[in-house]
């Protein structure tokens, strides 16, 4: 194809644009707006009002969207077939120098939206200053804005289902290996590491459904809400919608223009899934001591230090446990942005992709390490069984008695004597002879030996949910079947 008459869209400054008025405006000084004043905005007002370094990355989005309503003018009459189609085909021949990283910016240029416009008027004249005709910066930004967040949301599920498969193999290789399960940071009870490990995959699991729901809710389209009145000129908003994949239109335009809720709700999941990702890296952390050593971390995701040489540090998981912090920071600073504004559209709204790019960008790094660490992990078994202790069988002593008849509240008070007995005698409650805890109750008997064993114990807590192995088979098959839906959708 050639592209010689193309020349020019990269070097703005020497193309010239004539004005419905036969006047010449130069591509330099393209402005969307500006013919009521009679200065041109302070370089200070001007360097704080370029959105570009943030909102460039909105360039197809803005293209597709731009697209979409040269067609929508066509249908409505004001654009004939031959115009609509040379804006199209132009729009998208535009799309070739942002991916080539030839566009250029210039010191007017504001945002991507006058970025797009000046080029098209570049190539076209006239022709692309009619594209604008009943479409406002403020329809348009929110629309580019609900096209990315499909693309990131589809992203972010994409790198979520990763994780949580890599959860899975893991708690799948491992099935069976006992470890203690803590409350308070203080032994508490044997439970399966594939439950633990599951018990992170499932928190996961809600945070991408929270990701199906805010997209499904938030893809109602905005454009043809113009500035805030809504659209005069016959504009089919439905035909709009379905154009652009969206399931429906916003029902009022004030709304509209001035929505950042979506933004909202989206950096409020990328904060949970921080948060969640921060709790697996805290557990991991300790779990990887020379104290526990139920884990060793790969050397591609640890790090030494540069004075002890010895040193084995989680690094990996330290970032991802502080970035989580990051990420919170940005939904505190959009609702803070959102809280002083009145209704509709305030320039303050410009903000909303600082903080929405922001915290995409680092969860989806954060998400990536995580895979990584779950993936190439050593889970040491026998570090983790020789970790059990057979105070953590009280609970199953107390329902030993519980099954003998005793009331739960009796036997817990029974076996917390018995606790102390040991603790007393400075012995294990299973080196207690039978008659000494016949003592505490006459039903003891011999049987009791049999609750001594810690893989017995743990398979009778086979209600759903529990750490039983049929329990934990089950919770993979919900898991796995999740990720294979989620993979379908994304």
Known sequence: MDYSWFEGITNASSVQTCTPTGSIM????????????????????????????????????DLDASKAYAEALHRAGHLNEAEADKLVKNLELLRFDWIEGSVKFLPGDEDVHTVNERLLV?????????????????????????????????????????????????????????????????????VQFSHWLLSHAFALREDAQRLVQLRDRSNVLPLGSGALAGNPLGIDRLWLAERLGFSGVTANSMHAVGDRDFVVDFIYCCSMVSLHLSRLAEDLIIYSTKEFDFIRLADGFSSGSSLMPQKRNPDSLELIRGMSGVITSNLTGIMMTIKGTPSTYNKDLQFDKEYCFHSFDKLSQVLDVTDGVLQTMHVKQESMEAALSTDMLATDWAYYLVKKGIPFRQAHHIIGRVVTEAENRGVDITDLPLGELQAFSPVFGSDIVQVADYSNNVQQYNAIGGTASSSVVEQLRLLNKFVKELRKQS
């Open 122 to 190: 570049g190539i076209t004249g006239e022709l692309g200053q009619r594209l604008h005709t009943g479409r406002s910066r403020n329809d348009q930004v929110v629309t580019d804005m609900k096209l990315w967040l499909r693309k990131a949301i589809r992203e972010t599920l994409g790198r979520l289902s990763r994780v949580i498969e890599a959860a899975t193999r893991q708690a799948e290789l491992h099935l069976g290996v006992l470890m203690p399960g803590y409350t308070h940071l203080q032994r508490a009870q044997t």
């Open 26 to 61: 130069s591509q330099s000084s393209y402005k969307m707006w500006g013919g009521r004043f009679s200065e041109k905005p302070h370089e200070a007002l001007q360097s704080l009002n370029n959105s570009l370094p943030y909102d460039s990355r909105l360039y197809a989005d």
